[in-house]
């Protein structure tokens, strides 16, 4: 099972990017999705995150109005639309998909893309 994040890269603040995420090995069409993100010294926390049939969202109150999560299950794939990004920001994002709820934990994990907001 392999979940591989892409979209990264260097922005300047106010600026947008897409992540995207895509699965291979098992199909997730079933699962929650998320992004999480982990800043240097700091924990990893959660983003963004889906449920399977994309009714339900759940967002960190610091990147609400700015970020957009979305899945299509046809491609097995998850985005997050990053809008009016700003230097806190700046972090590795990864994605991951779980068979619990948007808060539970979660158990599949792919490797990060780094966003790095700077001018």
């Known amino acids: 099972v392999q979940l591989q994040a892409s979209g990264g890269g260097l922005v300047q603040p106010g600026g947008s990017l897409r992540l995207s995420c895509t699965a291979s090995?098992?199909?997730?069409?079933?699962?929650?999705l998320g992004w999480f993100r982990q800043a240097p010294g700091k924990e990893r926390t959660i983003v963004a995150g889906?449920?399977?049939?994309?009714?339900?969202?759940y967002y960190v109150d610091s990147v609400k109005g700015r970020f957009t999560i979305s899945r299509d299950n046809a491609k097995n794939s998850v985005y997050l639309q990053m809008n009016s990004l700003k230097p806190e920001d700046t972090a590795v994002y990864y994605c991951?998909?779980?068979?619990?709820?948007?808060?539970?934990?979660?158990?599949?994990w792919g490797h990060g893309t780094l966003v790095t907001v700077s001018s």
């Open positions: 991951a998909a779980g068979t619990g709820g948007l808060l539970d934990p979660f158990s599949f």
């Open positions: 090995g098992r199909r997730f069409s079933s699962d929650a």
């Open positions: 889906i449920t399977w049939n994309s009714v339900g969202t």
